[in-house]
């Protein structure tokens, strides 16, 4: 059923994962309009990819003129160092993550950028303020023609030890695959009930490069899972 599938990939948002996967086969099992949607499909995805990278390069180029210490995370970041390509994972949104005390100068640039907020909540006075860092991670960004940009301040709203341990790790650009941006991944997904197949195949590709890389990892990821209390 080729429109059942058709919708399975629009849901999970894998065209490319698919794309890549069907030109690896012997044997083509789909009709000329299914391929023909298909490499449609992943045209578009590719085309806002490179829009997105476009975006990074030059708003990473502000965020360092402006000494803001800053890192992209998930998205095509992912997809270059788990998959070294930049297209195979699509990423509808960017996200940048920042420390707390730089979100104002972020903003700024963003706003020098041509990004507005598209979500202010409970930041009309001092109070409204603390309340929003307490209960909320980001801040939505849109511009017209652009990519939706998520601003973090920590990777999760819970502000507890895992949140502000991996926040700490990623802020330092570590290019490496590692055990603690592993479990990040895991809570990330079963927070929502791993709803994007997309998600889940990450998972499997880091958990196989982890294998090649250190075949004892296991024992680092369990510690670590302890020691912030999400075994």
């Known amino acids: 059923n080729e429109d059942r599938l058709k919708w399975l990939i629009e849901r999970h948002r894998v065209w490319n994962l698919v794309a890549a996967t069907v030109k690896r086969l012997d044997v083509c099992y789909f009709s000329k309009d299914f391929q023909h949607w298909l490499t449609a499909a992943e045209v578009r995805c590719k085309q806002k990819t490179l829009l997105q990278f476009r975006v990074q390069a030059e708003l990473g180029k502000e965020l360092d003129s ?52 598209s979500i202010v909540a409970f930041k009309d006075n001092d109070l409204g303020s603390t309340i929003h860092r307490r209960l909320f991670k980001d801040v939505v960004y849109q511009a017209k023609g652009l990519p939706i940009i998520e601003l973090h301040t920590r990777v999760s709203n819970e502000n507890k030890l895992f949140s502000k341990r991996v926040t700490e790790y990623l802020l330092l650009g570590e290019p490496a695959l590692s055990v603690i941006e592993y479990l990040y991944l895991c809570v990330h997904a079963l927070k929502s009930n791993c709803h994007r197949i997309k998600w889940l195949i990450d998972l499997a590709s880091y958990y196989e490069k982890l294998n090649e890389s250190n075949p004892e990892w296991h024992r680092d990821k369990w510690k670590q899972a302890k020691e912030f209390g999400i075994t």
């Not at 994972?89 to 706003?111: M, P, T």
């Open 66 to 117: 402006a000494g803001i210490q800053h890192q992209f995370f998930k998205g095509i970041d992912l997809s270059l160092r788990l998959y070294g390509d930049l297209n195979r994972r699509f990423s509808r949104d960017i996200d940048l993550l920042i420390s707390e005390e730089s979100a104002e100068k972020a903003e700024l640039v963003l706003l020098d950028y041509g990004y507005i907020p």
